[in-house]
C-alpha cells in the first residue's frame, strides 16, 4: 500500500547542530508539505515542494531549508538548531490539483527536542 | 497571511450535533475550504472540503455562506470516537499559501 514515513519518529540534539528529518512517500505525489505543530499555534508550514526542483517558503521557514532531487523524498533540513526549533514536525503529500484543493495525507510525524 | 480561527474548544455529549465554525476573512478567491482531524500523535487526515453552499459526505456536512469568510463543520450524532482537534484549511488571498485554522479541541462525554 502507498503510504508516507518520517524519520527519525524522536530526536534529541543540541543547539548548533545540522539536523535532516527525513520524508519519503509512495503516491509518486507531486506535492509535499513540511509543517510544525506547537501548542497554541497550530500547524504551520515550513516549506513546500510542488516537484522536482521546485521548493518554495511557507509560513515558518526562517531555520529551515528543503531539497527536491526526486517525487518520493523531501528532507527538511535544520542548518543550526535551535530550541525554538522544538516541535513537532509533519510531512505531508497530495496530488497536482486542478483549482481544487488536493487532498494532503499526512505522515505520523518528528517529535524533535533541542537542548 | 489570513486570519484563520476557530474556537479553542467544544465539549458535547454522544449523539449529539456538533457544529465547528472557521473564520477565513481572507480566503483565496478560487480555493476550497478543506476540514481536517487530527488525533493525539498522529498527523491530521481528510474530512470533506467544498467550495460554496453545502457539501455532505457519510461522515460530515459543511455549510459555507455565500460570502466564503466562514465554514461551519457539522458532526451529526458524535459518538466518544469523534474526540479529536479539527482544523480548517483554507488559501490565502495575499500570499497563495495554504493556512491551517487554530484548530479546535472536541471533547465528547458519555
Known amino acids: 500500500d502507498a503510504e508516507i514515513t518520517q524519520s527519525p519518529r524522536h530526536k534529541i540534539t543540541e543547539t548548533g547542530r545540522q539536523v535532516t528529518l527525513a520524508c519519503h512517500q509512495t503516491w509518486n505525489h507531486n506535492n509535499m508539505f513540511w509543517y510544525r505543530q506547537d501548542l497554541g499555534h497550530g500547524l504551520r508550514l515550513i516549506h513546500y515542494s510542488y516537484g522536482v526542483q521546485d521548493t518554495n517558503k511557507g509560513e515558518v521557514s526562517d531555520g529551515y531549508s528543503v531539497s527536491r532531487s526526486n517525487t518520493e523524498d523531501l528532507p527538511l533540513t535544520l542548518e543550526s538548531a535551535a530550541s525554538s526549533q522544538t516541535s513537532v514536525y509533519f510531512c505531508?503529500?497530495?496530488?497536482?490539483?486542478?483549482?481544487?484543493?488536493?487532498?494532503?495525507?499526512f505522515g505520523p510525524g518528528t517529535r524533535l527536542l533541542v537542548l | 497571511l489570513a486570519k484563520t480561527t476557530q474556537p479553542i474548544s467544544m465539549d458535547s455529549y454522544e449523539g449529539q450535533e456538533v457544529n465547528i465554525t472557521c473564520s477565513h476573512n481572507n480566503i483565496a478567491t478560487n480555493d476550497y475550504i478543506t476540514w481536517y482531524q487530527q488525533f493525539p500523535s498522529q498527523g491530521p487526515r481528510f474530512i470533506i472540503q467544498?467550495?460554496?453552499t453545502k457539501v455532505t459526505n457519510e461522515v460530515a456536512s459543511l455549510f459555507i455562506p455565500a460570502d466564503r469568510k466562514s465554514s461551519t463543520l457539522s458532526l451529526p450524532r458524535v459518538s466518544l470516537s469523534d474526540t479529536a482537534v479539527y482544523y480548517c484549511l483554507v488559501g490565502d488571498r495575499g500570499t497563495d499559501k495554504l493556512i491551517f485554522g487554530t484548530g479546535t479541541r472536541l471533547q465528547v462525554f458519555p
Open positions: 505531508a503529500s497530495s496530488n497536482s490539483g486542478g483549482t481544487a484543493q488536493e487532498t494532503q495525507y
Open positions: 467544498g467550495y460554496k
